[in-house]
C-alpha cells in the first residue's frame, strides 16, 4: 500500500490519483448560495412550523377568530384555538367545520366538548349553547396530519346561532412532506 501524509491509499492507487484538482477542493459559491437560500427559507416558516396567523371575521351578533398555522408538515401535530365572542345574545352558539376541512387529519381532542354535536347541510356542527352578550367561547383542537394529506385541504369555519349561519372566515393549510 502507498503511503501518503496520514492516509493509506490501497494497492493499485497512485498518490497522484487521489489528489483533487483544487478547484473542486472549494466548495462552489452555487451550492452555498443554495444552501443558504434553503435556510433562510426555513426560518421564514415556509416549510412549516413559524408563528401561527389569526384569522378574524366580524358580524353584528359575534366576532369570530381562528388561530392555526397555515403551513404544517405531514405527521406533525397541531393546534388549532377558535375564539368567539358574543355581541347580542346567542340561544345556541353553534361552531361549523365542513368534513373536507379535516380529511386525512386526526382530531385527538376539543377543549371545551361541544354540548351536542351533529352533521348537516354538509358540516360538522358543534353546539356550544347560549352565550349571551359579552360572553366569550375559546375553543382548543388537536390533531394530526395524516400521510396520505398531500398539498393541502380547505375549507371554512363558521359561527351560527342554531340554523342561522353568522360569519365565516375560508381557511386553507397547506401541508408539506
Known amino acids: 500500500m502507498a503511503k501518503t501524509g ?4 490501497p494497492e493499485g492507487i ?19 448560495i443554495v444552501l443558504a437560500a434553503l435556510m ?7 416549510f412549516g412550523g413559524g408563528k401561527a396567523p389569526t384569522l378574524i371575521a ?15 408538515r405531514n405527521g406533525v401535530f397541531f393546534e388549532t384555538r377558535i375564539g368567539i365572542t358574543a355581541k347580542a345574545d346567542l340561544a345556541d352558539a353553534t361552531l361549523l367545520l365542513p368534513p373536507g376541512l379535516w380529511r386525512d387529519m386526526t382530531i385527538n381532542s376539543t377543549e371545551p366538548q361541544a ?19 359579552g360572553d366569550a367561547l375559546e375553543i382548543k383542537i388537536d390533531g394530526q396530519i395524516n400521510p396520505p394529506l398531500f398539498r393541502g385541504t380547505r375549507g371554512y369555519v363558521a359561527l351560527a346561532d ?9 381557511l386553507s393549510i397547506t401541508v408539506l412532506p
Do not use: C, W
Open 40 to 46: 433562510i427559507a426555513a426560518l421564514a416558516g415556509l
Open 115 to 133: 354540548a351536542s354535536e351533529d352533521f348537516k347541510d354538509g358540516a360538522f356542527r358543534f353546539h356550544y349553547g347560549k352565550l349571551a352578550a
Open 6 to 9: 496520514f492516509a493509506t491509499l
Open 58 to 72: 366580524r358580524a353584528p351578533q359575534a366576532t369570530l377568530a381562528v388561530h392555526t398555522n397555515r403551513v404544517l
Open 162 to 170: 342554531g340554523d342561522r349561519r353568522l360569519v365565516s372566515i375560508p
Open 14 to 32: 497512485a498518490p497522484e490519483q487521489a489528489r483533487l484538482p483544487a478547484q473542486r477542493r472549494r466548495p462552489r459559491l452555487l451550492s452555498l
